[in-house]
């Protein structure tokens, strides 16, 4: 019972909190989950218990899912201890835990030299993405080479080959 009381806490703090980070008063989320405001206030302050079709309305109206408004707290370690890995002129530390469901991965790249294009061009599905911070890099995208200065950022489809990321110019701008 302890637990379920926990999970309710829970769900009502979440719903409020997602109310208030849209900017939304009772009255305009309760318009949006076809709820009385009353009830609504009820519901976030734990005087009403959630019916599953309320929750289903509040989560709707939220943009949410039932899971993520019902999952509970995740006690992991949040600390991300960078690998460091070194390999033809560019370091990267994976800045993402390992165990990400999204499939995404964060990373910081230092590209100290220019490295020979890999012998195969790459492929996945997906998006890159990169920003470079200083000098300027060169994006090989099939047959096009794309300048990307500082300051500046890239995103694209992994399903176009991609032959290499390399710098042109690694100097500070003065």
Do not use: C, Y
Not at 68 to 94: A, F, Y
Not at 108 to 132: N, Q
Not at 147 to 169: C, L
């Amino acid at each position: 019972m302890e637990q379920e009381s926990q999970v309710d806490t829970l769900v009502r703090r979440r719903i409020r909190a997602l109310r208030l980070a849209r900017g939304w008063s009772l009255d305009t989320l309760a318009s949006h989950a076809f709820l009385s405001p009353s009830n609504l206030s009820r519901i976030e302050t734990g005087g009403r218990r959630i019916a599953l079709d309320q929750l289903v309305a509040i989560a709707r109206a939220l943009e949410t899912t039932l899971d993520q408004l019902i999952e509970p707290p995740e006690h992991k370690d949040v600390i991300i201890r960078p690998q460091v890995e070194e390999s033809r002129g560019i370091t990267v530390w994976s800045l993402s835990a390992g165990d990400t469901d999204s499939g995404r991965a964060v990373a910081k790249m230092r590209i100290t030299r220019s490295a020979p294009p890999p012998e195969e061009a790459v492929v996945h599905p997906g998006h890159d993405w990169f920003m470079v911070l200083s000098g300027t890099a060169e994006l090989r995208l099939g047959e096009r080479l794309i300048p990307v200065r500082a300051g500046h950022a890239a995103e694209f489809s992994t399903m176009t080959p991609t032959g290499s990321v390399r710098t042109v110019e690694n100097r500070p701008r003065s």
